[in-house]
């Protein structure tokens, strides 16, 4: 079986293209400092390409609190611009 899945991985076209070699170094990696207070300092990401919910939202804005890993789940439309005043 050992031999089966060596070939396999050495004929497909998508393992060759992830393979570890192939990938650029991280580069020099920073620790982050811890905050002091809870939502002093933050982390974001979106979530894309859902399926469109009755009210037109097809992603999820994340909020991460760094201190205490707390998230808010936000669902927005993608495409969706925020103005800050």
Not at 3 to 18: F, G, I, M, N, R
Not at 59 to 68: F, G, M, P
Not at 74 to 81: R, V, Y
Request: aromatic share 8%.
């Amino acid at each position: 079986m050992k031999e089966d899945v060596a070939k396999y991985v050495s004929h497909c076209l998508t393992c060759q293209q992830v393979k570890i070699e192939h990938q650029r170094a991280s580069g020099l990696l920073q620790p982050l400092d811890i905050p002091i207070w809870k939502w002093d300092d933050i982390s974001m990401d979106f979530v894309t390409g859902l399926p469109k919910t009755f009210r037109k939202n097809d992603a999820i804005w994340v909020i991460v609190d760094r201190l205490s890993k707390s998230a808010h789940f936000l669902p927005i439309q993608q495409g969706h611009s925020l103005s800050i005043s």
